[in-house]
């Protein structure tokens, strides 16, 4: 493992924090605490704080669900987590997991969607969703993207890769 290259594609990537492997419940909250904290530290405003912590905690959940929901085994249950700067000083917080190629279109489908509405829009879509009456407690893809999308400074930014035959790497990315 070549430990310098990695720091230096950190470095010019401005990433702040990463995580790759298996996640559970506890490392989120850990990982989550550490991320409340450097951004403290950083001295960034308590609303990008609780924007980037709420993106995170989103995206990661969200990862876990996923993965317990297919069965996967605890390699296929692996999560890619950044959180970065830009040039810009907005923070990026990136999320990327194995998912079904289907599931993976059907969120980028909504990301699309979501893409495409004004603040209006998203307020409305967000209190529309909330009433709607949940189907399957693993359901995704709903109110909790509203909100990211609701909390980022732009529209969130999705990519599936496919990996294998049915299965592909998808990656969402809030900018706060």
Known sequence: MDL???REQYLQQ???LSFNGPISHSLIEEIGQAIRNYLN???ATQSATMDVF???IELTQN???YAAAKGYSEEQATATVAVARD???HYLVSAGNLVETDDGRSVLE???GL????AGELKRAYKQQLRKPREHPSDGAGLGLIDMSRRSRRPLKAKLEPLSPGQSFLCLTATI
């Open 63 to 65: 990862i876990s669900r």
């Open 115 to 118: 893409a495409g509405m004004d």
């Open 4 to 6: 310098l290259t990695l």
């Open 87 to 89: 040039e810009e000083g």
């Open 54 to 56: 709420s993106s995170y």
């Open 41 to 43: 530290s950083q001295a």
């Open 110 to 112: 909504r990301v699309e």
């Open 14 to 16: 401005k990433i702040m």
